[in-house]
């Protein structure tokens, strides 16, 4: 069998595995220090073995955390461009395609935007429940969850705004067919999807509006289920309404799902979920190290003053980030650094 070079399917191969590659090693590179701070505080044997096996055996050197520097800057520098080329390519999938509903030019950053979206919204859903159940409040504060709320919002109203050039491109063309599809879409057999699809991603984040609705944790929960069902109307709404009816009335026909595609998509669910739970058992919910490495303990002192003895309120804030240790070494002299060793 001879790929086709020309075909977007086989870019799909390329962008989709190096994207993937690349995020697994990002993902792996980040958890090295935590899994060392899981194996030295390890107790069993084989727990013990496998946490110090992946954990490459790191030691927390000054030269270990410069490389880890470097790689992470590395891989984030790959893994941004990344974002825009692997949806983008996966948007031609359907953009170089004659059918209509299919062939137009929005689609690549129409695809970036809904990733975002969609990106942000699952996480929302997973982060608002694993900082209540795990007691993370202190670490994933509401501020964090606001910014995540207002890009949300902003990448909701982009795609708010694809939906309607979308529409606008179908009528202005003056192409029928494309047309036709548009206005299937918008008032055919699928309308109901459609309309899901409108509420749930364009209109629900614009509550964020609201400072008191984004710093709700209720509210943004409920908002991020909204996101997540939108999302997935969007692409039954693209496949769907885009096939169900061509060019030929005698092929039209309503779509529906049959027991083995359903039990499909429950097992995708379950099969994330498990995955999600196994990371959240054994693994480090947060990045302890990079969380270390920008929080500060402050800590609400009483210092005794000599001269009359009243206690004065003070705060004592230590920052123990590897980055001051770092910097302190660096101000050394290598003759001081040689009578640290020996």
Same mark, same amino acid.
């Given at each position: 069998?001879?790929? =086709?070079? =020309?075909?977007?399917?086989l870019?799909?191969?390329?962008?989709?595995?190096?994207?993937l590659?690349?995020?697994?090693?990002?993902?792996?590179?980040?958890?090295?220090?935590?899994?060392? $701070?899981?194996?030295?505080? +390890? @107790? &069993?044997?084989?727990?013990?073995f496998?946490?110090?096996?992946?954990?490459?055996?790191?030691t927390?050197? $000054? @030269?270990?955390?410069?490389?880890?520097?470097?790689?992470?800057? #590395?891989?984030a520098?790959?893994?941004?461009?990344?974002?825009?080329?692997?949806?983008?390519?996966?948007?031609?999938d359907?953009?170089?395609?004659v #059918?209509?509903?299919?062939?137009?030019?929005?689609?690549?950053?129409?695809?970036?935007? &809904?990733?975002?979206?969609?990106?942000?919204? *699952?996480?929302?859903t997973?982060?608002i429940v694993?900082?209540?159940?795990?007691?993370?409040?202190?670490?994933i504060?509401?501020n964090?969850?606001?910014?995540?709320a @207002?890009?949300?919002? $902003? /990448?909701?109203?982009?795609?708010?705004?694809?939906?309607? /050039?979308?529409?606008f491109?179908?009528?202005?063309s003056?192409?029928?067919?494309?047309w036709?599809?548009?206005?299937?879409?918008?008032?055919?057999?699928? +309308?109901?999807?459609?309309?899901?699809?409108?509420s749930? =991603?364009?209109?629900?984040?614009?509550?964020?509006?609201f400072?008191?609705?984004?710093?709700?944790?209720?509210? *943004?929960f409920?908002?991020?289920?909204?996101?997540? #069902?939108g999302?997935?109307?969007?692409?039954f709404?693209?496949?769907?309404?885009?096939?169900?009816?061509d060019?030929?009335?005698?092929s039209?026909?309503?779509?529906?799902?049959?027991?083995?595609?359903?039990?499909?998509?429950?097992?995708?669910?379950?099969l994330?979920?498990?995955?999600?739970?196994?990371?959240?058992?054994?693994?480090? *919910?947060?990045?302890?190290?990079?969380?270390?490495?920008?929080?500060?303990?402050?800590? @609400? &002192?009483?210092?005794?003053?000599?001269?009359?003895?009243?206690?004065?309120?003070?705060? #004592?804030?230590?920052n123990d980030?590897?980055?001051?240790?770092?910097?302190?070494?660096?101000?050394?002299?290598?003759e001081?650094?040689?009578?640290e060793?020996?």
């Open positions: 069998m001879f790929p =086709n070079f =020309n075909s977007p399917l870019w799909d191969v390329f962008a989709i595995s190096t994207y590659t690349v995020s697994l090693v990002f993902w792996y590179c980040g958890l090295i220090p935590d899994l060392a $701070l899981v194996r030295d505080r +390890a @107790k &069993g044997k084989i727990a013990k496998l946490y110090g096996f992946f954990s490459l055996g790191w927390g050197s $000054l @030269k270990q955390w410069n490389r880890f520097e470097l790689v992470s800057l #590395i891989l520098g790959l893994a941004t461009p990344l974002v825009l080329s692997v949806h983008t390519i996966v948007s031609f359907f953009a170089t395609s #059918i209509p509903g299919w062939h137009t030019t929005i689609f690549p950053p129409y695809f970036v935007a &809904g990733a975002i979206f969609s990106g942000f919204g *699952m996480v929302h997973l982060l694993v900082r209540k159940v795990m007691k993370l409040e202190a670490y504060t509401i964090h969850l606001e910014q995540m @207002k890009i949300i919002m $902003l /990448t909701g109203t982009l795609v708010g705004i694809a939906y309607g /050039t979308e529409l491109m179908a009528w202005y003056g192409y029928e067919y494309e036709f599809t548009f206005a299937n879409r918008v008032a055919g057999p699928y +309308a109901w999807a459609y309309w899901t699809m409108i749930c =991603n364009v209109i629900s984040p614009q509550i964020y509006w400072k008191k609705m984004r710093t709700s944790p209720t509210v *943004m409920i908002i991020s289920i909204f996101v997540n #069902i999302m997935w109307f969007e692409r709404v693209i496949i769907v309404t885009s096939l169900h009816r060019f030929l009335v005698s039209w026909s309503y779509y529906t799902p049959t027991i083995v595609e359903f039990m499909i998509l429950v097992g995708s669910f379950g994330f979920f498990t995955l999600f739970f196994l990371f959240a058992k054994y693994l480090p *919910m947060i990045a302890v190290a990079e969380v270390k490495s920008i929080y500060k303990m402050t800590q @609400k &002192g009483k210092d005794r003053s000599a001269l009359n003895g009243n206690a004065v309120q003070s705060d #004592i804030t230590w980030d590897y980055e001051y240790q770092r910097d302190r070494y660096n101000r050394k002299s290598v001081e650094l040689l009578k060793v020996h």
